[in-house]
C-alpha cells in the first residue's frame, strides 16, 4: 500500500489488563487522508479496545499511534489534550454522549469555545439540523437526532480523524440508513478520515473503502470494500 497521505498509523499495537493475556495482539494498519478503514469483528473480537487506545482512554502493553507522524501516546499535557480534539470519537449509545441538562447550543458551543451561536447553527445544518434543535434538552431529541448532534459536536473540533465506534447500534433500520447517507455524505463533501469500528456488515458495505478483518484481538486478513461486499453478502 502507497504511503502518500497517511494521515494515522497504529504500529504493533498490542493491549491488555495483563501482559500474559493482552485483548488486543500486535495491531498494525494506516489510515489514508479521505478514507474509511473498517475494524470488522465478532462481538469481543478487542475492536472497541483498539479505538480506547487510540483515543488515549487504555494505557497500551506496546506499540505506537502516529498521527501525521507523531507519536501521541507519549505526548502529555497540554499537546495532549490539543492532540485529542484532532481524534473525535462517535459512540454507539448518544444518550451517554451528552450532558443531559445541557442545551444543544451549550453542547456544541463548548466544542467550538469562543465562536459564535452562527457558527452552532453551521454545524447543526452540516447535520441536517436546523436552529430550532440550539435550546432543546437531549431528553427531547430522538436517538437519531441526538447521534446528529453528536456528529455536529465532533466536526466542531475540525477533526484528522473520526472514530466511529458502533455508531447505528442503538437505532432502527430506517434511522441507521439515514445516519450511514449523512456520514458517506459529510466524508466526500469534507474529505473527512474514518476508522469505523463495527460487526455490522451493511455498514462495514456501505461506508468503508478497506476492511481490517480481526478476530480474538488478532488481525487475519484486508480486503477492499468491494471484496468485503463480494464475500459477506453472499453470505447473508
Do not use: W
Not at 489510515?31 to 497500551?60: N, R, V
Not at 458517506?184 to 478483518?213: A, G, P, Q, W
Amino acid at each position: 500500500m502507497s504511503r502518500d497521505n497517511i494521515i494515522l498509523e497504529v504500529k504493533h499495537l498490542t493491549v491488555g489488563y495483563s501482559q500474559k493475556k493482552p485483548v488486543v495482539k500486535d495491531v498494525s494498519f494506516l489510515l489514508k487522508k479521505g478514507e474509511c478503514l473498517a475494524i470488522f469483528g465478532k462481538l469481543g473480537s478487542g475492536k472497541t479496545t483498539i479505538a480506547m487506545a487510540i483515543l488515549g482512554f487504555i494505557a497500551p502493553i506496546y506499540g505506537m499511534v502516529l498521527l501525521n507522524s507523531i507519536n501521541i501516546l507519549k505526548i502529555r499535557g497540554r499537546k495532549r489534550r490539543e492532540i485529542r480534539r484532532r481524534i473525535q470519537p462517535i459512540f454507539q449509545d448518544p444518550f451517554l454522549s451528552l450532558h443531559p441538562m445541557k442545551r444543544i447550543k451549550t453542547v456544541l458551543e463548548d466544542s467550538i469555545e469562543r465562536e459564535s451561536g452562527k457558527s452552532v447553527k453551521r454545524y447543526l445544518n452540516m447535520v441536517g439540523l436546523d436552529a430550532s434543535y440550539m435550546d432543546r434538552l437531549p431528553s427531547q431529541l430522538s436517538g437519531g437526532e441526538l447521534q446528529r448532534v453528536c456528529i455536529a459536536k465532533a466536526l466542531c473540533t475540525n477533526p484528522e480523524v473520526l472514530i466511529l465506534d458502533e455508531p447505528f447500534t442503538a437505532q432502527d433500520h430506517v434511522t441507521k440508513v439515514k445516519l450511514a447517507v449523512l456520514l458517506r455524505d459529510l466524508k466526500n463533501k469534507y474529505n473527512l478520515s474514518y476508522l469505523l469500528i463495527t460487526h455490522d456488515i451493511f455498514t462495514v458495505s456501505f461506508l468503508s473503502d478497506r476492511v481490517l478483518l480481526l478476530d480474538q484481538g488478532k488481525v487475519t486478513g484486508t480486503m477492499t470494500a468491494g471484496e468485503f461486499r463480494e464475500k459477506y453478502i453472499a453470505e447473508l
